[in-house]
C-alpha cells in the first residue's frame, strides 16, 4: 500500500518542488479519518487515511458518510463532516516566532476549529472564509457551517 | 446586439408567451442560488472564550460570548443569535466527533551541568512514550526554552541546542519511530517572567509537545 502512495505521490511532489519549497512544506497531518476522505493536489485526488501530510493548497474533501481530523503545525486542529470542501489557501508557520498566516475556506458543509499558536501570536493571522463571509479568529474554538438554502 | 424585444417581429408569440411563463422560475431558481444557510457559532473555549468576527458584504459582527453564533442567509446580511449545545451537536456531530486530541506538553529538566535528565524528568520519559502510544499518526515537537541572561539570538541558538539534545537523549532512550520536530523558542516563552538578563533555571527547560 505504502509503495503505491510513494509512487503515486512522487510526480507530484517532482512538480510541486519546481515550484515553491515553501508550499511542498507539511502543513499538517490527517489524525482521524472516517468513511470517504480524500485530498486534491495538482488536480489528483487521493485517499486521505490516518497518517496522511497536508500541504498549503490542497483541497480537503469528505463523501456523504466522511469526516476528517488534521492537526497543524501550530497545533490548530481543523476537522470537517460530510459533503465537504476545505481549501488550504495559504499555511506559513516560524516555530521560534509564532509569527506567519493560516487562511483556509470551507467552500461548502461543516467545519469545527480550535485555533493554535498562530491566532495566539496574532490577531490577524488565522482567517476561514466562506463563500458569504470572512471570519477572523482571536484565539478561540468555533464552528462554522455553509451551504446554499434548499428552499 | 441586443435590440429592444418589442423590435423582434420575428419571435413567434407562441414562444413568446411560453418565455413569459418560464420567467418567473427563472427568478425563482436565482433566488435558490443567491439564498445561504450560513451558521457560525463560537464555543467556549477550555482555558477562555475568545472571539469570532464575521464579516458579510459591508456588514461585521463581532460573536465573544460561548455560543454567540450568527447567521447569513444571504451575503450581508448577518443575523445575530444564541444557540445551545444541543443545536450545536445537532448541527456539527460528525465534525465536532472527527476533531483530533489536544496536544500535549511535557517538560524535562537536566541535572545541573550534565546530559542526566533529574529522576522526575525519567518519570515523564515514561509518560512521553504512554502518550505516544495512545494517538494515531503520533508526533512529538521539542521544543527548548531559555532565561532572559544573554541576547534574543544567543537564546535562540541556544534553545535549539538544548532541543537536539533532549532529541538524541529520547532516541537513545528508544522513543517510537514518529516524526519528531525541533524547535527553539529562545527566551520568548518562560515559565515565570522576570526582567531581562535576570538567571531562572525553571525557564531553561525543554518542552515535549506530543500530537
Given amino acids: 500500500m505504502r509503495s503505491v502512495l510513494i509512487s503515486l505521490a512522487l510526480p507530484i511532489v517532482l512538480t510541486l518542488g519546481a515550484a515553491s519549497a515553501e508550499a511542498a512544506e507539511d502543513a499538517g497531518h490527517v489524525k482521524v479519518s472516517n468513511g470517504i476522505v480524500q485530498i486534491e493536489r495538482s488536480g489528483q485526488r487521493l485517499p486521505a487515511p490516518v497518517g496522511s501530510v497536508v500541504h498549503q493548497g490542497d483541497l480537503v474533501i469528505t463523501g456523504a458518510d466522511g469526516s476528517v481530523g488534521i492537526t497543524f503545525r501550530d497545533n490548530s486542529l481543523l476537522s470537517v463532516g460530510p459533503d465537504s470542501v476545505l481549501s488550504i489557501d495559504r499555511f506559513v508557520f516560524d516555530s521560534t516566532t509564532h509569527q506567519g498566516t493560516f487562511e483556509s475556506s470551507l467552500k461548502q458543509g461543516t467545519l469545527a476549529v480550535v485555533s493554535g499558536k498562530l491566532a495566539k501570536q496574532s490577531p490577524d493571522a488565522m482567517t476561514v472564509k466562506t463563500p458569504a463571509a470572512i471570519l477572523g479568529v482571536r484565539g478561540t474554538e468555533f464552528l462554522v457551517r455553509t451551504g446554499q438554502s434548499k428552499d | ?211
Fill in chain 2, 1 to 211: 446586439m441586443f435590440a429592444p424585444a418589442s423590435r423582434k417581429t420575428d419571435v413567434p408569440s407562441a414562444l413568446r408567451r411560453n418565455l413569459v411563463r418560464l420567467a418567473p422560475l427563472g427568478l425563482l431558481v436565482l433566488a435558490g442560488c443567491a439564498g445561504r444557510d450560513d451558521l457560525y457559532v463560537l464555543l467556549p473555549g477550555r482555558a477562555k472564550t475568545g472571539a469570532l468576527t464575521v464579516t458579510s458584504g459591508g456588514e461585521q459582527r463581532v460573536l465573544d460570548q460561548p455560543y454567540a453564533a450568527a447567521r447569513v442567509t444571504r451575503t450581508g446580511k448577518v443575523d445575530a443569535r444564541v444557540t445551545t449545545e444541543a443545536e450545536v451537536r445537532q448541527a456539527f456531530g460528525p465534525a465536532l466527533a472527527a476533531q483530533p486530541g489536544r496536544p500535549v506538553s511535557f517538560y524535562l529538566y537536566f541535572l545541573a551541568d550534565t546530559d542526566e535528565f533529574t529522576p522526575e524528568s525519567k518519570q515523564v520519559v515514561k509518560q512521553i512514550f504512554a502518550e505516544i502510544a495512545r494517538r494515531p499518526a503520533p508526533e512529538i515537537v521539542i521544543i527548548g526554552h531559555t532565561d532572559r541572561v544573554g541576547s534574543v539570538q544567543y537564546n535562540d541558538a541556544l534553545s535549539r541546542k538544548r532541543a537536539d539534545r533532549v532529541r538524541e537523549e529520547l532516541l537513545k532512550l528508544g522513543i517510537p519511530k514518529v516524526r519528531i520536530s525541533v524547535a527553539g523558542r529562545g527566551e520568548r516563552e518562560p515559565e515565570i517572567s522576570t526582567a531581562d538578563e535576570v538567571p531562572e533555571p525553571r525557564n531553561r527547560r525543554v518542552e515535549i509537545n506530543v500530537r
